[in-house]
């Protein structure tokens, strides 16, 4: 811990940081005069890939590998689609780098249109972040003014044109196939796959869908080498053969019951105590941990028991989350009630399912129904294995959706009742005193607004 | 050859066939349960219905290795080595929870729901669902809203595959429908001040698995389980669209696309769907009638009829024909290929110079085309390309009505036979006047006409639905429709008259003459025996001919 450094965050604090006379002050913009001096592209995807870059998004797909997906020799136009929809709750760290520091993140953006030989970016920006907007569209304009973005950049052949998109707020759009129908002006329903977006993704074209953090992870490869990134974070597991290692700074978002809520840079691999401990100043008002959040909440939940998990690609699924996601850790002290957390975990889901797959669409909004119900008093010891059969039947690992949203909803509904039983079972019991072992069909309700 | 295997059947698919795993599970006889999925319909794999569970077998080792997770079979390509399995407990609680999430906001209001007794979702739930409901939630009511002229949406009873949506931007191209809200709250909608209104709009009533759009015109009119629906061929306009109509007791209730690949795909458009109505229409003519010669005496020159029984109007039609001299006879496009060939055979054997031409062929606007090429034709009528082909083998002059009108004066004819059936007025007064001079004017037709005011027999005639036959599209496809509703009392088969006159035994049967026409007509050749419900494509046998022709050199009068 003593000896790191942060990079991603080194800026963020600065006077006017997010202008780019005190970024270049700071040695920006010279990993990419030199790279398009010295590198070829194929020479930077080599570089991304040995630094062994896992995306930032959630999913932490490796990204260069991800960037060899593309057709080779097509004969374009390649895109690049940067995912700043970041809407997973708990989540804000892309925010905090889009609005101090957002040369960083355009730079790696830059270098990574280099990389994929893509010659149209676009940065696809959700409507709730108006300061993000400023910040980044004055970014690009001066970016366009010093020669980083046009024509012939820097004196080289490569050309790239950056738009800035804003979104219309859904959690959706965060899917990368949701984020290129949107962008193409449609209803952002998740596409179905195959075609992968590297084959035939916006306009029908390759495109690459990279997250705003992973783009300031390829400045700072650029910038030091694939050996400094690998020197941080923690190795692959020799035993795990599909785990592909957890390497470099990670922005870590720290919310929820703690004293020091924030944005914290550390090694990927801290674990969540030390996260709230070192970084957060330990629980508020002297309680204890009940549980957290490890990485936004469709990643499911950690009890107090596991707080000592690794928070690295692979960590959390060891105690039965679904990932290390967007790396968003919210903390619910010993007076949350675990029903309550469940309640508004399914009502976000239900509100942001996009409606496409029946699975999805009716398996959330039953769930939310449910757990209205429940909290209203009239809860059942039977709903809980419903909301299991859903959780368990919904979701592409399943394989009964299109997209990662149901898998997402599915996880809190598993990892709350599951390892929270006792909890739920004497909420209910506590509640509904004359109906909670009831097991016929709940008479019909008239509906409860959930949305 | 590609070998798939769906749940231990083993079947072939050709190296050029690009099947899913419905259409391959569909040649293994097994039907895999789905909504969104359409054939003529871009693939979505939304309602996740049709999930089954797949893998792929080693062709060396035979060995097959299954994927852990369900795939959905619409867009699962069915390639060589790939392995189906659509009936495991996992796929059948896959169906099972589908179907228990679709009826959760359902009204479940099927008692008063057209679509019952053909709906997807009534189907599938006796067959997949798991019999009790465990939604703790009231289902919505049956809200109803319009969506266009003719189509009618019951919001609540939608399934949301968007096959609709995807139609209108598709096929139509005119995408009026939308999915309007998220989530479960999302609906079926049109944008404010555009309705659905275009003239494929009625398909997607076709294409709706559940009961959500409704057909204003068939709206409340019949159970479904009543109709008996019967194989014919739409008379709307020269594009001649399969097509089902279905009836109860002898009344259309409705016309429905059938697929043909070669003609309407799937689909057929409003003008034809709604345009049956004159079926029905209580301005029919009925009762055979015979003009009675009127005195001159007092100069009362108002033409008086007296009903006569079939048998007997006919044999003295038959005995005044034959000694009529010149004739002529017009020939309805409406008529069938039979009918046409009977009525020449029946007029050229009393009179081998007879002279022969075609009714008015209605022309409306321009042929429209729309982006998958369905087409509309401006010609309205279903036989003009027949009875070009037929009337060329009796004569090499065939006339048009215009020329026809023209020549009339100079004729000199003894009787002149005219056929209508159309559903529109056909004739006015000026051309009808033309007929003033013929002695003996046969007509047969369904509405009264100026020309109906001067004819010597008045033989009332059937509508579409009640008249067995063939037509001839304009591409020289040959299809052949069954009757599916009696002609109304007092009115006969036009081809059933022609039938008897010619002395043939029994009950008219058009399969018997369109083999002797195949047998004596080289253009339909290609007719003979039975013939698919699809029809055939007559060209196929005339560029044979057109080759043999080119070949020998010699002219041939067809």
């Given at each position: 811990?003593?000896?790191?450094?942060?990079?991603?965050?080194?800026?963020?604090?600065?006077d006017?940081?997010?202008?780019?006379?005190?970024?270049?002050?700071?040695?920006?913009?010279?990993?990419?005069?030199?790279t398009?001096?010295?590198?070829s592209?194929?020479?930077?995807?080599?570089?991304?890939?040995?630094?062994?870059?896992?995306?930032r998004?959630?999913?932490?797909?490796?990204?260069?590998?991800?960037?060899?997906?593309?057709?080779?020799?097509?004969?374009?136009?390649?895109?690049?689609?940067?995912?700043?929809?970041?809407?997973?709750?708990?989540?804000?760290?892309?925010?905090i780098?889009?609005?101090?520091?957002?040369?960083?993140v355009?730079?790696?953006?830059?270098?990574?249109?280099?990389?994929?030989?893509?010659?149209?970016?676009?940065?696809?920006?959700?409507?709730?972040?108006?300061?993000?907007?400023?910040?980044?569209?004055a970014?690009?304009?001066?970016?366009?003014?010093?020669?980083?973005?046009?024509?012939?950049?820097?004196?080289?052949?490569?050309?790239?044109?950056?738009?800035?998109h804003?979104?219309?707020?859904?959690?959706?759009?965060?899917?990368?196939?949701?984020?290129?129908?949107?962008?193409?002006?449609k209803?952002?329903?998740?596409?179905?796959?195959?075609?992968?977006?590297?084959?035939?993704?916006?306009?029908?074209?390759?495109?690459?869908?990279?997250?705003?953090?992973?783009?300031?992870?390829?400045?700072?490869?650029?910038?030091r080498?694939?050996?400094?990134?690998?020197?941080?974070?923690?190795?692959?597991?020799p035993?795990?053969?599909?785990?592909?290692?957890?390497?470099?700074?990670?922005?870590?978002?720290?919310?929820?019951h703690?004293?020091?809520?924030?944005?914290?840079?550390?090694?990927?691999?801290?674990?969540c105590?030390?996260?709230?401990?070192n970084?957060?100043?330990?629980?508020?008002?002297?309680?204890?941990?009940?549980?957290?959040?490890?990485?936004?909440?469709?990643?499911?939940?950690?009890?107090?028991?596991?707080?000592?998990?690794?928070?690295?690609?692979?960590?959390?699924?060891?105690?039965?989350?679904?990932?290390?996601?967007?790396?968003?850790?919210?903390?619910?002290?010993?007076?949350?009630?675990?029903?309550?957390?469940?309640?508004?975990?399914?009502?976000?889901?239900?509100?942001?399912?996009?409606?496409?797959?029946?699975?999805?669409?009716?398996?959330?909004?039953?769930?939310?129904?449910?757990?209205?119900?429940?909290?209203?008093?009239?809860?059942?010891?039977?709903?809980?294995?419903?909301?299991?059969?859903?959780?368990?039947?919904?979701?592409?690992?399943?394989?009964?959706?299109?997209?990662?949203?149901?898998?997402?909803?599915?996880?809190?509904?598993?990892?709350?009742?599951?390892?929270?039983?006792?909890?739920?079972?004497?909420?209910?019991?506590?509640?509904?005193p004359?109906?909670y072992?009831?097991?016929?069909?709940?008479?019909?309700?008239?509906?409860?607004?959930?949305? | 050859?590609?070998r798939?295997?769906?749940?231990?059947?083993?079947?072939?698919?050709?190296?050029?066939?690009?099947?899913?795993?419905?259409?391959?599970?569909?040649?293994?006889?097994?039907?895999?349960?789905?909504?969104?999925?359409?054939?003529?319909l871009?693939?979505?794999?939304?309602?996740?219905?049709?999930?089954?569970?797949?893998?792929?077998?080693?062709?060396?080792?035979?060995?097959?290795?299954?994927l852990?997770?369900?795939?959905p079979?619409?867009?699962?390509?069915?390639?060589?080595?790939?392995?189906?399995?659509?009936?495991?407990?996992?796929?059948?609680?896959?169906?099972a929870?589908?179907?228990?999430?679709?009826?959760?906001?359902?009204?479940?209001?099927?008692?008063?729901?057209?679509?019952?007794?053909?709906?997807?979702?009534?189907?599938?739930?006796?067959?997949?669902?798991?019999?009790?409901?465990r939604?703790?939630?009231?289902?919505?009511?049956?809200?109803?809203?319009?969506?266009?002229?003719?189509?009618?949406?019951?919001?609540?009873?939608?399934?949301?595959?968007?096959?609709?949506?995807?139609?209108?931007?598709?096929?139509?191209?005119?995408?009026?429908?939308?999915?309007?809200?998220?989530?479960a709250?999302?609906?079926?909608?049109?944008?404010?001040?555009?309705?659905?209104?275009?003239?494929l709009?009625?398909?997607?009533?076709?294409?709706?698995?559940?009961?959500?759009?409704?057909?204003?015109?068939?709206?409340?009119?019949?159970?479904?389980?009543?109709?008996?629906?019967h194989?014919?061929?739409?008379?709307?306009?020269?594009?001649?669209?399969?097509?089902?109509?279905?009836?109860?007791?002898?009344?259309?209730?409705r016309?429905?696309?059938?697929?043909?690949?070669?003609?309407?795909?799937?689909?057929?458009?409003?003008?034809?769907?709604?345009?049956?109505h004159?079926?029905?229409?209580?301005?029919?003519?009925?009762?055979?009638?015979?003009?009675?010669?009127?005195s001159?005496?007092?100069?009362?020159?108002?033409?008086?009829?007296?009903?006569?029984?079939?048998?007997?109007?006919?044999?003295?039609?038959?005995?005044?024909?034959?000694?009529?001299?010149?004739?002529?006879?017009?020939?309805?496009?409406?008529?069938?290929?039979?009918e046409?060939?009977?009525?020449?055979?029946?007029?050229?054997?009393?009179?081998?110079e007879?002279?022969?031409?075609?009714?008015?062929?209605?022309?409306?606007?321009?042929?429209?085309?729309?982006?998958?090429?369905?087409?509309?034709?401006?010609?309205?009528?279903?036989?003009?390309?027949?009875?070009?082909?037929?009337?060329?083998?009796?004569?090499?002059?065939?006339?048009?009505?215009?020329?026809?009108?023209?020549?009339?004066?100079?004729?000199?004819?003894?009787?002149?036979?005219?056929?209508?059936?159309?559903?529109?007025?056909?004739?006015?007064?000026?051309?009808?006047?033309?007929?003033?001079?013929?002695?003996?004017?046969i007509?047969?037709?369904?509405?009264?006409?100026?020309?109906?005011?001067?004819a010597?027999?008045?033989?009332?005639?059937?509508?579409?639905?009640?008249?067995?036959g063939?037509?001839?599209?304009?591409?020289?496809?040959?299809?052949?429709?069954?009757?599916?509703?009696?002609?109304?009392?007092?009115?006969?088969?036009?081809?059933?008259?022609?039938?008897?006159m010619?002395?043939?035994?029994?009950?008219?049967?058009?399969?018997?003459?369109?083999?002797?026409?195949?047998a004596?007509?080289p253009a339909?050749?290609?007719?003979?025996?039975?013939?698919?419900?699809?029809?055939?494509?007559?060209?196929?046998?005339?560029?044979?001919?057109?080759?043999?022709?080119?070949?020998?050199?010699?002219?041939?009068?067809?």
């Amino acid at each position: 811990m003593a000896t790191f450094e942060p990079v991603l965050l080194a800026n963020v604090g600065r006077d006017d940081s997010h202008t780019r006379a005190v970024y270049e002050s700071t040695g920006g913009y010279e990993a990419l005069r030199r790279t398009l001096a010295e590198m070829s592209p194929a020479d930077l995807t080599e570089l991304v890939k040995a630094s062994n870059l896992r995306g930032r998004g959630g999913a932490g797909f490796p990204t260069g590998v991800k960037w060899t997906f593309l057709p080779k020799d097509h004969p374009g136009p390649i895109y690049m689609c940067v995912n700043a929809d970041e809407s997973e709750p708990g989540t804000f760290n892309n925010r905090i780098l889009m609005e101090e520091d957002p040369h960083q993140v355009i730079e790696g953006a830059i270098l990574s249109c280099y990389a994929t030989r893509a010659t149209t970016a676009y940065i696809y920006l959700r409507y709730e972040y108006p300061g993000s907007y400023a910040r980044l569209q004055a970014a690009i304009d001066e970016c366009y003014a010093a020669g980083y973005l046009g024509k012939n950049i820097l004196g080289s052949d490569f050309s790239l044109d950056m738009y800035l998109h804003r979104g219309a707020a859904a959690y959706i759009c965060g899917e990368e196939t949701g984020l290129i129908e949107s962008l193409e002006g449609k209803r952002a329903w998740p596409r179905i796959k195959p075609p992968f977006p590297a084959v035939e993704g916006l306009f029908h074209k390759p495109t690459v869908i990279n997250n705003v953090e992973t783009m300031a992870c390829v400045t700072h490869i650029a910038r030091r080498g694939a050996d400094w990134f690998k020197s941080i974070g923690t190795p692959a597991d020799p035993n795990n053969p599909r785990d592909a290692g957890s390497y470099g700074p990670k922005l870590y978002c720290l919310s929820g019951h703690v004293n020091k809520p924030g944005c914290y840079e550390a090694p990927l691999g801290i674990t969540c105590r030390e996260l709230i401990d070192n970084f957060g100043g330990g629980v508020w008002k002297n309680r204890r941990a009940k549980a957290a959040v490890p990485g936004g909440i469709s990643m499911g939940l950690l009890t107090a028991d596991e707080l000592d998990t690794p928070l690295d690609f692979s960590g959390p699924g060891r105690v039965g989350c679904l990932g290390l996601g967007t790396a968003a850790v919210v903390v619910l002290d010993e007076t949350v009630s675990i029903v309550d957390f469940l309640h508004n975990s399914c009502r976000f889901f239900a509100h942001e399912s996009c409606g496409q797959c029946t699975p999805c669409r009716e398996g959330t909004a039953w769930s939310l129904r449910m757990l209205e119900r429940m909290r209203a008093g009239r809860g059942r010891l039977a709903d809980l294995d419903l909301l299991l059969e859903i959780g368990d039947s919904i979701g592409i690992m399943p394989g009964t959706t299109i997209c990662g949203l149901a898998d997402g909803a599915a996880w809190p509904i598993k990892n709350a009742i599951r390892k929270f039983r006792d909890e739920f079972e004497d909420f209910i019991r506590r509640t509904n005193p004359h109906g909670y072992d009831v097991t016929e069909p709940v008479p019909a309700l008239v509906q409860l607004g959930g949305h | 050859m590609a070998r798939v295997i769906i749940d231990s059947v083993e079947i072939e698919i050709g190296d050029d066939e690009r099947l899913n795993g419905i259409q391959a599970a569909a040649r293994a006889g097994i039907d895999i349960p789905r909504y969104c999925w359409h054939p003529g319909l871009s693939v979505v794999a939304s309602c996740r219905m049709c999930l089954v569970e797949t893998g792929t077998r080693n062709v060396e080792t035979g060995d097959v290795v299954m994927l852990p997770k369900l795939v959905p079979a619409c867009q699962t390509p069915a390639r060589d080595g790939t392995v189906f399995i659509t009936q495991s407990d996992k796929v059948q609680h896959s169906r099972a929870m589908v179907e228990e999430d679709l009826l959760i906001d359902h009204p479940i209001d099927c008692p008063i729901c057209d679509k019952a007794g053909e709906c997807y979702l009534q189907d599938y739930y006796f067959k997949y669902g798991h019999g009790g409901r465990r939604a703790d939630v009231r289902p919505f009511t049956s809200r109803r809203r319009d969506v266009g002229p003719t189509v009618t949406l019951f919001t609540d009873r939608c399934v949301m595959c968007t096959r609709c949506v995807r139609f209108t931007r598709e096929i139509s191209g005119t995408s009026e429908l939308m999915v309007r809200d998220r989530g479960a709250h999302e609906e079926i909608d049109i944008f404010s001040g555009f309705p659905l209104e275009n003239k494929l709009a009625g398909n997607v009533v076709d294409i709706c698995p559940v009961g959500a759009l409704g057909d204003k015109d068939f709206l409340y009119q019949q159970r479904v389980w009543f109709m008996k629906r019967h194989e014919a061929v739409c008379t709307g306009c020269s594009t001649g669209c399969s097509i089902y109509v279905e009836e109860n007791q002898d009344r259309v209730y409705r016309l429905k696309p059938r697929e043909n690949e070669h003609v309407n795909q799937w689909w057929m458009c409003d003008e034809g769907r709604y345009g049956y109505h004159y079926v029905h229409s209580p301005k029919r003519v009925v009762g055979a009638q015979r003009r009675v010669e009127t005195s001159e005496e007092n100069g009362d020159n108002v033409p008086a009829y007296e009903n006569v029984e079939w048998q007997p109007i006919l044999d003295d039609l038959q005995a005044r024909l034959a000694k009529a001299g010149r004739l002529a006879a017009v020939f309805s496009p409406h008529l069938t290929v039979e009918e046409a060939y009977l009525l020449a055979k029946l007029v050229h054997g009393v009179d081998a110079e007879a002279t022969l031409a075609i009714g008015p062929v209605p022309v409306v606007g321009e042929d429209e085309s729309y982006p998958n090429g369905f087409t509309i034709r401006a010609e309205k009528c279903p036989n003009h390309r027949g009875l070009q082909l037929v009337l060329s083998h009796f004569t090499d002059r065939v006339l048009a009505f215009d020329q026809f009108l023209e020549e009339l004066p100079n004729i000199d004819v003894g009787a002149t036979w005219v056929t209508g059936g159309y559903p529109q007025p056909w004739i006015d007064e000026a051309s009808a006047s033309r007929f003033d001079e013929v002695p003996l004017l046969i007509m047969q037709d369904i509405f009264a006409s100026p020309l109906w005011e001067r004819a010597s027999y008045r033989l009332p005639g059937v509508a579409f639905a009640a008249r067995p036959g063939s037509y001839v599209n304009h591409r020289d496809r040959l299809q052949t429709a069954d009757w599916a509703i009696r002609p109304p009392a007092g009115a006969r088969v036009e081809g059933s008259v022609y039938w008897q006159m010619l002395g043939m035994s029994g009950l008219y049967r058009p399969q018997r003459v369109l083999d002797e026409i195949a047998a004596t007509v080289p253009a339909f050749a290609m007719a003979a025996g039975p013939l698919p419900s699809v029809g055939v494509d007559l060209r196929l046998n005339q560029f044979a001919e057109a080759a043999t022709a080119a070949a020998s050199e010699t002219g041939d009068h067809c």
